[in-house]
């Protein structure tokens, strides 16, 4: 297994703003993913970071919004840009590991106001 | 899209098995069935997954039809902690990277 820490756990932020959220991994890990939880919600895939190479996105997902970094191979960001209302969600990092599990993070919640 | 369907709650008494279907019916053969569950204000976690043999760990029991097109996960006795959101996932293989692809998932309330 893998233990996953996000920061910050929540956040309250205006609108136009961005924020940045940082996932740290005890372990090395090849596949890191970014996941957003509207409220109410499913998971929907943001995009898949990949240490060493740009991230790719999901449909409806672009990288102007979501700019995200993966440093090393225990750490990755993901910056919410010019935030609006709409932007109000839990955001979650995961990791896959050897066995093809993922394992999740606890979560950053976002609220925009 | 997902490409799974749940019921969308189902209800278990404390202490009974639970029993949560899942349909799969367009599973390609190399595609694996995933289950996660989703604890309120919590990351999501994994649970167990399977091929087309039955798979049973500390947590869960795994059914899979002959056919593939539909599992059941078993929760042997479940406690008030099992109170979840349940997600059966068919795992995409993309680019040689696994995603998950979450769907609505199936809202079970165990209760005393």
Redesign the interface.
């Known amino acids: 297994s893998a233990v996953i820490s996000q920061k910050p756990s929540r956040d309250i932020c205006q609108r136009g703003t961005s924020l940045t959220i940082q996932c740290q991994v005890d372990s090395q890990v090849t596949m890191m993913f970014w996941y957003r939880q509207q409220p109410g919600q499913s998971l929907t895939l943001i995009a898949t970071a990949n240490q060493g190479s740009e991230a790719t996105y999901e449909s409806g997902f672009v990288i102007d919004k979501f700019p995200i970094s993966r440093p090393n191979l225990t750490f990755s960001t993901l910056t919410v840009s010019n935030m609006s209302p709409e932007d109000s969600s839990i955001y979650l990092c995961s990791v896959e590991a050897a066995g093809y599990e993922q394992y999740f993070g606890p979560g950053t919640r976002l609220t925009v106001t | 899209d997902a490409k799974t369907t749940q019921p969308t709650s189902m209800d278990c008494a404390e202490g009974r098995a639970a029993n949560l279907p899942c349909n799969h019916s367009t599973i390609s053969g190399n595609e694996?069935v995933?289950w996660?569950r989703q604890i309120h204000?919590?990351?999501?976690?994994?649970i167990i997954?399977g091929l087309k043999n039955n798979e049973t760990n500390e947590m869960a029991s795994l059914i899979i039809t002959e056919d593939r097109k539909s599992s059941t996960l078993i929760l042997p006795h479940a406690t008030l902690r099992d109170t979840a959101v349940y997600?059966c996932i068919v795992?995409a293989p993309w680019?040689g990277?696994?995603?998950?692809?979450?769907?609505?998932?199936t809202r079970l309330a165990v209760h005393p």
């Open positions: 694996y995933y996660y204000s919590q990351g999501p976690q994994y997954h997600y795992r680019g990277y696994n995603k998950l692809i979450f769907g609505a998932g």
